[in-house]
């Protein structure tokens, strides 16, 4: 059974902090992660995908993975309060086109 | 371009009542999902299609089906409603092309089942 583990939270930042939230997989033949954020009653949005080990940034956010250790980040700089809502990370594995998710982290950015 | 589309928003059953839920994508997408989420979960996969006329189960088949005459529309149906099935439901597309193979989500229905 392919697992994704999330921090439930809530994680709680200040306006114009970093806010960083973690994602562990079990297995290691996976190809593909994803962030997506899902607003409150909304569906959810894709904000970040990465395939290779180290780190990809796209404006505030930065995605990093570490396959090794089977760990997958996203790094929110600046946040602000419409950066609020649950970040679901997503694991593609292998030649298989079906995701895997986690359950989700709620972050709550204070004004 | 309207993405993926689903129908109803909204929808109550009463238990043993059987209904459809209708998505489609405009994107010529070849694969498409049939997620559920309950609250405070994460999504989990009930039936994927990976083209016309090719369908298969998820995590959480049981109580649905699936059909895919078209590339275009994706329908799940619920038989015997049961209150166990009230959740959120998602329908995703993707192109099933390269190393991300993102998937791009509906706007959800919103079931509940009394």
């Known amino acids: 059974q392919k697992e994704v583990e999330q921090n439930s939270g809530p994680l709680s930042v200040p306006e114009g902090a970093i806010a960083s939230l973690n994602c562990t997989y079990s297995?290691?033949?996976?190809?593909?992660f994803f962030w997506y954020r899902q607003y409150s009653g909304k569906s959810p949005e894709l904000i970040m995908s990465?395939?290779?080990?180290g780190d990809k940034e796209d404006g505030r956010f930065t995605a990093q993975l570490n396959k090794a250790s089977q760990y997958v980040s996203l790094l929110i700089r600046d946040s602000q309060p419409s950066d609020s809502a649950t970040y679901l990370c997503?694991?593609?594995?292998?030649?298989?086109?079906?995701?895997?998710f986690g359950k989700g982290t709620l972050l709550t950015v204070n004004p | 371009n309207a993405g993926v589309t689903q129908t109803p928003k909204f929808r109550i059953l009463k238990i043993g009542q059987s209904m459809t839920l209708q998505c489609a994508q405009d994107?010529?997408?070849?694969?498409m999902y049939w997620y559920r989420q309950d609250p405070g979960m994460g999504l989990k996969l009930i039936y994927y299609?990976?083209?016309?006329?090719?369908?298969d189960k998820g995590e959480v088949p049981n109580g649905y089906n699936v059909s895919r005459s078209t590339t275009e529309d994706f329908p799940l149906r619920l038989e015997l409603a049961a209150p166990s099935q009230t959740s959120v439901y998602f329908c995703?597309?993707?192109?099933?092309?390269?190393?991300?193979?993102?998937?791009?989500f509906g706007p959800g229905t919103r079931l509940t089942v009394l």
């Open positions: 995703a597309s993707s192109s099933g092309q390269g190393a991300y193979n993102e998937q791009f």
């Open positions: 297995d290691r033949v996976s190809q593909s």
């Open positions: 990465i395939y290779s080990n």
């Open positions: 997503a694991v593609k594995w292998g030649s298989n086109y079906k995701l895997t």
């Open positions: 994107m010529n997408h070849n694969y």
């Open positions: 299609s990976v083209g016309a006329g090719i369908t």
